[in-house]
């Protein structure tokens, strides 16, 4: 993993307190994010991206931080977007598991 390309899930929490203006996309499939999800997350499934990238260009320039399960599936969308010209793209390390671990136990772990 890039470590360029990634950020930790209490960087992740720290910013959303903050409200600093970043999008938080999960790239789980839907049933993933219907079984456990991050309220702020913006869900925009791996396996649509290609054909759904058009409905990112509004944060073209703003910070985005995608999340999947693991940290497998966002590393992977994370550098792909930032070939697309992306500004600033990072994947959470350790994905919504990590979160639910980490920062809300309420979310279930899968």
Known sequence: MNEDLEVSCESVRDRLTTGEDLLLLD???ADEHAT???AAAVLLPMSELAA???EL???RQRPIVVMCHHGMRSA???A???GQGFASVKSMAGGID???EQIDAT???Y
Do not use: G, K, N, Y
């Open 27 to 29: 790239c789980r499939e």
């Open 36 to 38: 456990a999800s991050v």
């Open 52 to 54: 759904r990238v058009s």
């Open 57 to 59: 260009e509004p944060h």
């Open 76 to 78: 992977q969308v994370a």
């Open 80 to 82: 792909w977007l930032a």
């Open 98 to 100: 990590a979160w639910a």
């Open 107 to 109: 979310v279930p772990r």
